[in-house]
């Protein structure tokens, strides 16, 4: 039974480009804000179907936080932080020979997307429609 998972993304360098020019003229600290509430979505949904095992630890461990690189644009980033439940991603996400898997983390990421991209959207097309008052 393999574990191998691949992602890919198609545009992504042509995303980052775009973000880079948006959030030049956008304030990043409003962009911080706006990839947070769309985080937040995410974020939510981890913590809700997270399993409640003996501590219940993993439903606490659900974060979202900013993600900066240099000072030209603001992201935010959701995962399990490992300080709280460092077996969240091995045991759950795909288990162990003792626990079958339950990836509840790449499920919430998948259901929500189009929410949180919603979200992201409809803060910038705001802040977009405000700075061109």
Do not use: C, W
Not at 6 to 20: A, M, P, T, Y
Not at 34 to 62: C, D, F, W, Y
Not at 103 to 118: D, I, L, Q
């Amino acid at each position: 039974m393999g574990n191998d998972i691949s992602v890919r993304l198609d545009g992504i360098d042509e995303l980052q480009k775009k973000f880079e020019k948006l959030t030049k003229a956008h304030n990043p600290n409003d962009v911080e804000k706006a990839s947070l509430k769309a985080a937040e979505v995410i974020r939510a949904e981890a913590e809700r179907t997270a399993p409640l095992g003996p501590t219940g630890r993993l439903k606490e461990a659900q974060i979202k936080k900013p993600l900066k690189k240099g000072n030209d644009f603001a992201s935010a980033i959701v995962a399990i932080d490992r300080a709280i439940a460092y077996y969240g991603g091995i045991v759950t996400e795909y288990g162990s020979p003792y626990i079958e898997p339950n990836p509840f983390f790449r499920n919430a990421v998948r259901n929500k997307a189009p929410k949180a991209y919603k979200t992201l959207k409809d803060e910038l097309d705001r802040m977009t429609k405000e700075a061109v008052r």
